[in-house]
T-cell receptor, first 114, second 112 residues
Framework: DQQVKQNSPSLSVQEGRISILNCDYT??????FLWYKKYPAEGPTFLIS?????DKNEDGRFTVFLNKSAKHLSLHIVPSQPGDSAVYFC?????????????FGQGTRLTINP | ETGVTQTPRHLVMGMTNKKSLKCEQH?????MYWYKQSAKKPLELMFV???????ENNSVPSRFSPECPNSSHLFLHLHTLQPEDSALYLC???????????FGQGTRLTVV
């Protein structure tokens, strides 16, 4: 049973517009959520995160929103740039006690069209 | 460059071969991980090492054997693999008390 789901395998957005990537989770024990970005032939790189005590976290063009009641989070990228084209993974983590166990979604391939 | 280095980047091996994947982190982290990414599937956690001690084995078959000689190095020893084990194997590290992990570039493994 998949605890973190990204239901859109791909998304295509025009350059300069807003990209919205969605993620749903089922485990109420998750208390921290992260977005990773992955280019081909590279490992995932951390992008932005949010704690369960917040509903929004912003870092430059990237904003993550968390709706705990709906068990849903989203990543907004505005304005979208061609370099944002990559696979984006949503991940969730339970309360940290030593090492962590990130649970990942399947990823969404974002393509930014010039 | 994330501070986590994996070698080799690509590996092709036969089902009767024995090979090892290597991971090294230069970040001073105290936890290291092996993840597997198969086509069209999420990253799956395989093993967790906490201060060099294995704390998690996520029901991984015994043909995958991890080794963590110190907190900076992690190996994944492979033997008698199956074609379905072909995947991207990713190493990661993290620091206790912090969220998120830093990933290496991965080893693309093909079993023939």
């Amino acid at each position: 049973d998949q605890q973190v789901k990204q239901n859109s395998p791909s998304l295509s957005v025009q350059e300069g517009r807003i990209s919205i990537l969605n993620c749903d989770y089922t485990n109420s024990m998750f208390d921290y959520f992260l977005w990773y970005k992955k280019y081909p032939a590279e490992g995932p790189t951390f992008l932005i995160s949010i704690s369960s005590i917040k509903d929004k976290n912003e870092d430059g063009r990237f904003t993550v929103f968390l709706n705990k009641s709906a068990k849903h989070l989203s990543l907004h990228i505005v304005p979208s740039q061609p370099g944002d084209s990559a696979v984006y993974f949503c991940a969730a983590s339970p309360i940290i006690q030593g090492a962590q166990k990130l649970v990942f979604g399947q990823g969404t391939r974002l393509t930014i069209n010039p | 460059e994330t501070g986590v280095t994996q070698t080799p980047r690509h590996l092709v091996m036969g089902m009767t071969n024995k090979k090892s994947l290597k991971c090294e982190q230069h970040l001073g982290h105290n936890a290291m991980y092996w993840y597997k990414q198969s086509a069209k599937k999420p990253l799956e956690l395989m093993f967790v090492y906490n201060f060099k001690e294995q704390t998690e084995n996520n029901s991984v078959p015994s043909r995958f054997s991890p080794e963590c000689p110190n907190s900076s190095h992690l190996f994944l020893h492979l033997h008698t693999l199956q074609p379905e084990d072909s995947a991207l194997y990713l190493c990661a590290s993290s620091q206790h008390g912090s969220h998120g992990a830093f990933f290496g570039q991965g080893t693309r493994l093909t079993v023939v």
